[in-house]
């Protein structure tokens, strides 16, 4: 047998040992992972001393009292198997506050993230969901959730200690109210009833909606920033500058007003290498791209009167001058080409080729949007009709 034949056979007897190796290796780690999640705790015992799984108290909670009037629990399906339903009944909630418990499996959760993290594929919703709410005269203190597969599982416990028995179905409802004044009103009127229990209300207003009646959306001309920044642009510095230079033309114009939001609006547009009419590719048939040029689109929240609407748009000029939506000269452009077209292997004239970008969301004069006044949008569940 000739000698580089003994070679080859050799390498490949090699690489067939360590290949065989390698396989024995991820089958040991994958049965090893898929024990760990689905059988993570092979001793019941260990459960109330340290083990993985959990018991969870639900009803001693901070800010809970399920002995005073107006206590109320919410189930949900994944405690009850079936409908959502409400237990009001101060006596059967104080007798269950010692008992009443579920187990909940975080490390299990946390196993099972990391599996399908190694097999690129991240969960691409919530691995759990709300198992009890707490409420204190109607309004929510909290939300108990648990890893759905541990509380859908066998190996799952748990002790409702009589509450199923006296819970009434309750449906969830959806509401948005506008104007300060129309809700706080309907916050009030919600409350007062005892048998509708609030998730999200009037805590959801913005402070400034305490001194003004409503706002209006500042869009200020867009930013380019240098083409030399490409990603590492950094857009805090022009919010703070701009929230700083709006703030001081708003005093300079005597107008009672406040800004409570600034966003830059920041993309990154592709520079795409053009020859003539048609997008360049490089050797391997692909686009050839230079880099993102960093356009900003800002916008403020400011909060006034309706009355002082029309002295802002007095202001339109200083506001225009506070962007710069002048786009990279040609010739700037222009002398990037050669050092691009000899970094990809691409042959022919500089003088032939354009870099050009599509920037979808330009502007090149300020806008004042209309007033709005301030939005609610409740949510609450309501005891389902006999």
């Known amino acids: 047998m000739p000698t580089w034949l003994k070679v080859v056979l050799a390498a490949l007897l090699a690489l067939g040992i360590v290949g065989g190796l390698a396989v024995l290796a991820f089958t040991f780690l994958f049965t090893s992972l898929v024990e760990a999640i689905f059988d993570p705790d092979p001793d019941p015992t260990a459960r109330e ?78 691995t759990r969901s709300a198992y009890a709410s707490l409420f204190q005269d109607g309004r929510e203190v909290a939300t108990l959730t648990c890893f759905r597969l541990h509380c859908q599982g066998e190996e799952a416990e748990r002790d409702l200690a009589g509450l199923l028995s006296a819970g009434r179905p309750v449906v969830d409802e959806v509401e948005t109210v506008t104007g300060l004044d129309a809700i706080r009103t309907r916050e009030a009127a919600l409350l007062s009833g005892p048998d509708i229990f609030v998730t999200n209300g009037a805590e959801q207003l913005p402070p400034l909606a305490e001194r003004f009646p409503g706002y209006v959306w500042l869009s200020l001309p867009s930013v380019v920033a240098p083409v030399e920044d490409q990603t590492l642009y950094d857009p805090g510095p022009l919010e703070a500058r701009l929230d700083t230079e709006v703030d001081g033309a708003l005093r300079a114009a005597e107008i009672d007003a406040a800004i409570d939001r600034m966003t830059s609006g920041l993309q990154w547009s592709g520079y795409q290498l053009w020859q003539g009419e048609r997008p360049t590719t490089d050797p391997d048939g692909y686009l050839v791209t230079d880099g993102y040029l960093p356009v900003a689109t800002p916008s403020l929240r400011i909060w006034l009167t309706p009355e002082d609407v029309p002295r802002l748009a007095t202001l339109r000029d200083t506001f225009d001058a506070l962007g710069h939506p002048e786009l990279p000269a040609d010739a700037t452009l222009a002398a990037r080409i050669p050092s691009l077209l000899a970094e990809r292997g691409i042959p022919g004239d500089p003088g032939e080729f354009q870099l050009r970008t599509e920037i979808y969301d330009f502007r090149t004069e300020s806008e004042i949007g209309s007033f709005r006044e301030p939005e609610v949008i409740f949510t609450y569940f309501r005891v389902a009709p006999e």
């Not at 007798?95 to 990391?114: C, G, K, M, P």
């Open 49 to 126: 001393g340290g083990g993985s799984t959990e018991r969870v108290f639900f009803l001693q909670q901070p800010g809970f009292d399920p002995t005073a009037d107006g206590a109320a629990v919410i189930l949900h399906p994944l405690a009850t198997g079936g409908d959502t339903v409400v237990i009001t009944d101060p006596a059967i909630l104080s007798a269950a506050t010692e008992t009443a418990f579920y187990t909940d499996n975080q490390t299990q959760e946390a196993r099972l993230v990391l599996l399908s993290i190694l097999f690129l594929s991240p969960p691409t919703t919530s």
